[in-house]
């Protein structure tokens, strides 16, 4: 392994007391001294600030920029208003997901967030896919993620103005003089703002927002308890290029006008595989929930049985839900065992734990929709 790169927060988390792990090629918090569990629940109750510098953050200009994405994600970009952000899906030729992001429509040019593991290849992937006629600037700046309920608290005391953003719109601001783009939008289920900010003046934000007293510094182990219990995908685990969206559960980002009768059906990398499985409802796969007994967490990777022992699906992601007071997870499972409150059976260490497949996200998520 290479050196690992370090975001503009680096000598602060190690300040701070985080106990630093390689993820992403980054060097990064996984934990500060107040731990995983009192971390989560911070974010649940109060605010946290999570470093996502890692991620990739980039600049699609261009004559007509929405319909070019349109040829590289299943989402509806063409009709994405100025001032809002979109999740979208890079897909490939067999339908597979190579990468889930955020497209923002930021008026004169598309703002993308790309996942840290991926963006290298997805920065690629837009050159190839866009070539020669859109500039692709990658961007070198910091992005953290303020998120809880007590957030808005916050951004009313240092940008009031923000405030005024509902779930998934985004914004240019300030921020203490240091410019910054906001959207309302989060990884956590709860209510929170992401800042986009220049990288030199990164720390001093972080600093900044730290010094509030509802805020307390979050690493990756919470970051990942807080995601699974609001039942959001975590790319490389819960779907990959294995996985179609339809299988994933995510026909909703195959937007209304991408499907079979809207007016710009198809167009992307593996339409015909994709629309054909929305339509004809004859994928064999599909991501569920899970809820388990007891407190023994149920890890990604775990296989999982009918009570009759026929193998029929596989966690994905899963650990012990703080906030649900059990273990959670998600997986797949043949579709004959995707009904809500099927039993099921995970095989840790030699024994077979029941789960119950369960609706999703497991906890209420509190997105400020206005």
Known sequence: MGELDKTPLYELHVECGGKMVPFAGYSMPVQFPLGVKKEHEHVRNACGLFDVSHM??????????????????????????????????????????????????????????????????????????????YEIEVLDRGLLALQGPQAATVMQRLCP????????????????????????????????FEISVPAEQTEALARLLLEQEEVEP????????????????????????????VEAGLIWAVGKPR??????????????IVLHQIDAKDHTRKRVG????????????????????????EVTSGGFGPSVGKPVAL????????????????????????????????????????
């Not at 890079?90 to 955020?102: A, C, K, Q, S, V």
């Not at 807080?226 to 290029?241: F, Q, V």
Request: glycine letters at 14%; one cysteine or more.
């Open 56 to 133: 990739g953050q980039v600049i699609v200009r261009g004559q007509e920029p929405a319909a070019a994405l349109e040829t590289l994600v299943s989402a509806d970009i063409v009709g994405l208003p100025e001032g809002v952000q979109r999740y979208a899906l890079f897909t490939n030729d067999e339908g597979g997901i190579l990468d889930d992001l955020m497209v923002s429509n930021a008026g004169d040019h598309f703002y993308l967030v790309v996942n840290a593991a991926c963006k290298e290849q997805d920065i690629s992937y837009l050159h190839t896919g866009l070539a020669g006629e």
């Open 161 to 192: 103005e923000a405030c005024d953003l509902t779930f998934m719109h985004h914004g240019r601001f300030e921020i203490d003089g240091i410019p910054v783009w906001i959207s309302r939008s989060g990884y956590t289920g709860e209510d929170g």
């Open 218 to 245: 979050i690493g990756l182990g919470a970051r990942d308890s807080l995601r699974l219990e609001a039942g959001l995908c975590l790319y490389g685990h819960d779907i990959d290029t294995t996985t179609t969206p």
């Open 259 to 272: 499907r079979h009768g809207g007016e710009r059906a198809g167009g992307f990398p593996g339409a015909d």
């Open 290 to 313: 899970l809820l388990g007994e007891g407190r023994a967490p149920v890890r990604g990777g775990t296989k999982l049985y009918d009570q009759d022992d026929k193998h029929i699906g």
């Open 331 to 370: 997986g797949y499972v043949d579709v004959a065992y995707a009904n809500l409150d099927t039993q099921v059976f995970a095989e840790v260490r030699g024994k077979r734990l029941p789960m119950t497949i369960s609706k999703t996200p497991f906890v209420t998520p509190h997105y400020y929709r206005g």
